[in-house]
T-cell receptor, first 114, second 115 residues
Framework: NAGVMQNPRHLVRRRGQEARLRCSPM?????VYWYRQLPEEGLKFMVY????????ESGMPKERFSAEFPKEGPSILRIQQVVRGDSAAYFC????????????FGDGTRLSIL | DAKTTQPPSMDCAEGRAANLPCNHS???????VYWYRQIHSQGPQYIIH???NNETNEMASLIITEDRKSSTLILPHATLRDTAVYYC????????????????FGQGTILTVHP
């Protein structure tokens, strides 16, 4: 499967814990995007990264959330001190280089906060 | 933030063509039109995109009006598995535009294909 891989598929955390969501882009893709879908709501952009750089983080909450895409390894979305409102589906997408390249999405991580 | 307008829902009979309209009257010259769909709670699936010419691939056809203010996604022979929420999105392809990089999802069109 050469698609975007996200893990884990399901993640359960207690309030106050940390959540780490991983995303491996499609082979050859160097652009990664994170989106969040709250229950019964639409997808919202969070952050756009290229290797080792954050290009646009205009959709990221100002506190507790961070993202990275290191030179080696997957992209990581980290949520510190999770709260019940963080329960959502988090989707990662990747694209190749070239302005009009489409983004291809993974199957998401469903985060549940107890 | 979405710059597109789509009908909230549409129905289509199985085997018939599904024509999903989208209005993007404020589209800029450097913005492409992208179509995605989301089945249940799966990740969005890319369908097709275009700038000003009509496009066709194995999934669908995209018809963009000459003034680029609207477009239509055509699923030529809809099946029950095409039941999904369909999103029309405009996105800039070079830095400087507010829509660069990110996809801004609106409410989309819920397409229901019935037997």
């Amino acid at each position: 499967n050469a698609g975007v891989m996200q893990n884990p598929r399901h993640l359960v955390r207690r309030r106050g814990q940390e959540a780490r969501l991983r995303c491996s882009p499609m082979k050859g893709h160097s652009h990664v995007y994170w989106y969040r879908q709250l229950p019964e709501e639409g997808l919202k952009f969070m952050v756009y990264l290229q290797k080792e750089n954050i290009i646009d983080e205009s959709g990221m909450p100002k506190e507790r959330f961070s993202a990275e895409f290191p030179k080696e390894g997957p992209s990581i979305l980290r949520i510190q001190q999770v709260v019940r409102g963080d329960s959502a589906a988090y989707f990662c997408a990747s694209s190749g280089t070239g302005g009009n390249q489409p983004q291809h999405f993974g199957d998401g991580t469903r985060l549940s906060i107890l | 933030d979405a710059k597109t307008t789509q009908p909230p829902s549409m129905d289509c009979a199985e085997g018939r063509a599904a024509n999903l309209p989208c209005n993007h009257s404020t589209i800029s010259g450097n913005e492409y039109v992208y179509w995605y769909r989301q089945i249940h709670s799966q990740g969005p699936q890319y369908i097709i995109h275009g700038l000003k010419n009509n496009e066709t691939n194995e999934m669908a056809s995209l018809i963009i009006t000459e003034d680029r203010k609207s477009s239509t996604l055509i699923l030529p022979h809809a099946t029950l598995r095409d039941t999904a929420v369909y999103y029309c999105i405009v996105r800039a392809t070079n830095a400087g535009g507010t829509s660069y990089g990110k996809l801004t999802f609106g409410q989309g069109t819920i397409l229901t294909v019935h037997p």
